[in-house]
């Protein structure tokens, strides 16, 4: 038998950090390392007799993820126990929501375009009739919508520590944590897919201040489910779910779902193994070696012994949170992009920096507001701005100038009143002193000269005083008036306007 063709089916879980002062269900600080197991108290770890409560906050954070994700919010919702067992759980549950979770069916619009042509939609306009169909695809092929199922609470568990050669530790800073979890259809086609959608969703939850979303502090993980449809002789077969756990980069989610795509068909081809839709294998990625690496299987959410959390009653979720959640989100990157390029008529590149973070976009617009030269400004920020924080590391946030300062320097350059030149100059002391454009231009004596009389005044000495200049331009060498033209701004100390200072000089030439 020959197969015909193959397809990869993937859909994601993302665990994500939320941005709570303290644990989800105690009055620990919720914080990113430090000395191990200095962070924790008898509720995190689950000792007897711990009561948890509902940390202020973690549910209205759920809800400013569901509305950003486009999901709908529960009025009526609770916690459940998950059980398992595993060294860094020590209560051999898991706090978290099993069958009425805080937001469900909403959805996430991956922009195709930011993936290389020959891998959009798989080279296929979109998954054949068994998924979601041609409907996934929206605005002439620009964006593959991935369904978001569920987005459920609950909390980290602890961190294992294993020194090569010596002992395992366990760190439970990180136990009770609060966490959402995400939770797709099976709506991806290929790993680069995977991987824009963890891509999109950290920059909406960053956007919206849900999540730090660093991926090296594990703020974000991504557990892949993948399988494969494949046609052999124009029979459809389906192949086992695998779970690859754990997946903390962009990079390790394309090479770890590319290896267990392989690996699936590879299987199939020697072993025909059947697809159970209660079966998955639960894999680990080998940074290392490059492969999957089977960690155990699991039958079915039987497995999991699900019950009613008896510790932390069912709770309505007020209109008044969800609706403060709602107001949080505000307008999302993908449409502050459009709009930016539409208002602004800025180009791709420019939007997609200046909206990097939601803080530098607000910084952008509240310069543009005044500016006679908007692209000015973005180029301000873009070239000098941002340089001067990527090489301090700083963000938009730490910088101590206004957006007024870069609007008035705008200003100050469009009115002619200083050149470019004298722009960096002031733009540099800006930065040192926080005095304003205005402040700097007088102080310095940086004025322009633009009066008509003080400029032909300088002219008509520089061409007197270089006869020779002169005597070469009538002999055709006419590349003297950009060297005069540099003698008439070193006389001026470089205040005269260029463009007329330039014009006169020409034009003096021509009528000699």
């Known amino acids: ?7 990869i089916v993937i859909g994601c879980e993302i665990h994500t950090q939320l941005l709570t002062k303290t644990k989800a269900f105690c009055a620990c600080e919720n914080r990113y390392g430090g000395m191990p197991n200095t962070r924790v108290c008898p509720v995190c770890l689950g000792l007897p007799g711990a009561m948890p409560r509902i940390s202020k906050g973690y549910v209205e954070l759920g809800a400013v993820a569901g509305h950003a994700l486009n999901c709908n919010i529960a009025r009526f919702t609770k916690f459940d126990r998950k059980h398992y067992f595993y060294p860094d759980l020590t209560k051999g549950y898991q706090i978290t929501q099993y069958d009425i979770p ?3 069916d909403g959805h996430v619009d991956l922009p195709m375009h930011k993936l290389p042509k020959e891998q959009q939609f798989g080279g296929e306009k979109c998954r054949p009739k068994n ?3 041609d409907d996934c695809i929206i605005e002439n092929g620009k964006y593959r919508r991935v369904r978001v199922e569920r987005i459920h609470l609950e909390e980290d568990v602890g961190k294992s520590l294993h020194l090569q050669g010596t002992h395992s530790y366990i760190d439970y800073n990180r136990s009770g944590t609060p966490l959402i979890e995400i939770v797709t259809k099976p709506d991806m086609t290929s790993p680069e897919e995977a991987a824009l959608f963890m891509e999109t969703v950290q920059e909406i939850l960053r956007y919206v201040k849900v999540t730090n979303g660093n991926l090296e502090e594990g703020n974000m993980r991504c557990d892949a489910n993948i399988n494969l449809n494949v046609w052999e002789d124009g029979k459809l077969y389906h192949t086992p779910i695998s779970e690859i756990k754990n997946l903390n980069s962009f990079q390790k989610i394309k090479d770890a779902c590319s290896y267990e795509a392989q690996r699936q068909l590879k299987e199939f081809q020697e072993d025909r193994q059947p697809f159970n839709p209660g079966f998955k294998v639960t894999m680990g990625w080998d940074d290392d070696k490059k492969c999957t690496v089977v960690q155990r299987t699991k039958n079915s959410f039987v497995d999991y012994r699900f019950v009613v959390e008896p510790d932390i009653k069912p709770f309505s979720v007020s209109e008044e949170l969800i609706s403060r959640a709602l107001e949080k989100v505000g307008e999302l990157p993908e449409a502050k992009r459009t709009r930016l390029k539409k208002e602004y008529g800025l180009s791709d590149f420019d939007v997609e920096t200046l909206t990097q973070t939601r803080d530098l ?5 509240e310069a543009a507001k005044n500016a006679k030269d908007v692209k000015k400004v973005a180029n301000w920020i873009l070239a000098e701005l941002l340089a001067v924080l990527n090489e301090k590391k700083e963000t938009i946030n730490d910088v101590t100038i206004t957006p007024a300062h ?6 100050a350059i469009a009115d002619k009143k200083i050149s470019n030149a004298q722009g960096k100059t002031v733009f540099a002391k800006m930065l040192e ?3 304003m454009p205005s402040v700097i231009i007088k102080e310095e004596g940086m004025e322009t000269v633009s009066d008509a009389g003080a400029i032909e005044s300088i002219v008509d000495k520089v061409i007197a005083d270089n006869p020779k200049a002169v005597s070469d331009y009538k002999g055709g ?19 005269v306007n260029p463009k007329a200072a330039t014009e006169l000089v020409a034009k003096k030439l021509a009528s000699m």
């Open 433 to 435: 002193t926080n005095k």
């Open 406 to 411: 870069i609007t008035e320097l705008v200003n």
């Open 1 to 7: 038998m020959a197969i015909d063709k193959y397809e």
């Open 102 to 104: 805080l937001c469900t």
């Open 131 to 133: 998924f979601v169909g």
């Open 361 to 365: 976009a607000v910084w952008f617009e």
């Open 477 to 495: 060498k006419t590349n003297v008036v950009g060297w005069l033209m540099g003698q008439v701004m070193k006389a001026s100390g470089g205040k």
